[in-house]
């Protein structure tokens, strides 16, 4: 596995590959490198022939009080992860390789930061699109993978690559869980011993809240105050339960079609998200990956 710091480098590598007619798929990451990220490698190496991933801490996502300085670094760690399952090549650039001080210009967004992580975190996807759009750029991947368990981020990029013309594929993952059902993240290391132990109480929220979508609920606030209740009752202090179109994430006041159930919650000071996507067709409910409908002009 090759480890490149410099964005010529990449670049010199990347025109090789490419003309040696290989497929580029792209796994960006923070780094905290858990088997939920292993799953889109895996999913990167089926469907392509050079995987490549990036860790990269990006500070321009994290608001002031969020958790950028303490966020778990190691990066020899997780190096030996990605060369395990079949990386090719991992950028690993330093913040000013890749933004310079007097940086001009943003990406924004309109709606889909109105409501579940954009309402909490002001500015948090702005920062998330320019990371992405600049790596796409750099790493110019024919398929870029990204996990179900930050939905609303996979939402939003998939409508910047449709909308901005990248010609890039996004492929959404499933969810990888620990044993009890806590979705992974790299965020869990923070967790006290009781608090990853209450951690399990948001999935059981939404799967209790699916379940009851199974028995013929369809009213949202219902299945909202029962995430609710559970998260609470596990110890959490929720920060939003809402229940969204899965497309345009606008709130739904009746459960019917795709929709995404999403949760975010605090323990102690450790924030954690977890969502399920289902769809509901007469009586019949069915968790799903979230799904794309066709936004690009060229039916991309
Ligand atoms: P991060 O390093 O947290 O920025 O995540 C990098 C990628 O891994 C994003 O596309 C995440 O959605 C994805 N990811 C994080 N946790 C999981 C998980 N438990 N299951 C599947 N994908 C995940």
């Not at 006290?192 to 606030?221: C, H, N, V, Y």
């Amino acid at each position: 596995m090759k480890k490149v710091k410099s964005v010529s480098e990449i670049r010199r590598l990347i025109t090789e590959s490419k003309k040696a007619g290989k497929t580029i798929g792209f796994v960006p990451t923070m780094g905290g490198l858990h088997a939920g990220h292993i799953s889109l490698l895996k999913r990167a190496r089926e469907l392509s022939e050079f995987v490549v991933a990036s860790i990269f801490v990006n500070p321009v996502q994290f608001g002031p009080g969020e958790d950028f300085s303490e966020y778990p670094r190691d990066e020899d760690g997780d190096c030996r992860i990605l060369e395990e399952n079949g990386c090719d090549l991992v950028f690993l650039p330093d913040a000013s390789e890749i933004f310079s001080d007097s940086r001009k210009i943003g990406i924004s967004i309109d709606r889909l930061t109105d409501h579940l992580c954009g309402s909490s975190r002001p500015g948090h996807f702005e920062g998330v699109l320019l990371i992405v759009a600049k790596l796409f750029n750099i790493v110019a991947p024919e398929m870029a993978f990204f996990g179900q368990k930050d939905a609303q981020q996979a939402v939003i990029i998939q409508r910047m690559a449709a909308e901005l013309d990248f010609p890039v594929k996004i492929v959404i993952c499933p969810t990888v869980r620990e044993e009890d059902g806590l979705a992974m993240s790299s965020r869990n290391l923070y967790l006290s011993r009781q608090d990853r132990i209450s951690a399990a109480g948001m999935i059981t929220g939404l799967r209790e809240a699916f379940a009851a979508a199974g028995k013929g609920e369809r009213d949202p606030s219902v299945l909202k105050a029962l995430i609710e209740e559970r998260m609470k009752a596990s110890g959490f202090e929720p920060d939003y339960i809402e229940i969204v179109r899965a497309g345009s994430l606008d709130p739904v006041d009746r459960i019917e079609g795709t929709v995404l159930m999403a949760a975010a919650g605090y323990l102690s000071s450790t924030r954690l998200i977890d969502n399920i996507a289902f769809r509901a067709a007469g009586k019949r409910v069915e968790e799903v990956l979230l799904e794309f409908p066709d936004w690009s002009r060229h039916g991309k």
